[in-house]
Nanobody
Framework: QVQLVESGGGSVQAGGSLRLSCAASGYIYCMGWFRQAPGKEREGVACIFPNGRATHYVDSVKGRFTISQDYARNTLYLQMNSLKPEDTGMYYC?????????????????WGQGTQVTVSS
């Protein structure tokens, strides 16, 4: 059984930065970050494959967000720079992706409870 706990969300002005953390219990692999704005579907933001072999990002965050994983601490991170109002939403980490599309939320087995990010203009 895997448990995921996100932290690090908050309110910032446009152009600011936040670093999200996802502390995991149990063995984790193929991790991802998703976000969901009110009235919208959950959107894949970034994912990382075992041992950091590969990372993927949705186009809207490329060059601004960085996903990383600390295996010693069993923790996933999302460094978010140059934040924009459209980045506002609840951010979730997810684990154990299996499938053909890393942005498909249904292809992840475990989820955290989320952490809110609000970016004001």
């Amino acid at each position: 059984q895997v448990q995921l706990v996100e932290s690090g969300g908050g309110s910032v002005q446009a152009g600011g930065s936040l670093r999200l953390s996802c502390a995991a219990s149990g063995y984790i692999y193929c991790m991802g970050w998703f976000r969901q704005a009110p009235g919208k579907e959950r959107e894949g933001v970034a994912c990382i494959f075992p041992n950091g072999r590969a990372t993927h990002y949705v186009d809207s965050v490329k060059g601004r967000f960085t996903i990383s994983q600390d295996y010693a601490r069993n923790t996933l991170y999302l460094q978010m720079n140059s934040l924009k109002p459209e980045d506002t939403g609840m951010y979730y980490c997810a684990a154990h992706w299996r499938g053909d599309n890393w942005t498909n939320a249904h292809q992840y087995n475990y989820w955290g409870q989320g952490t809110q990010v609000t970016v004001s203009s």
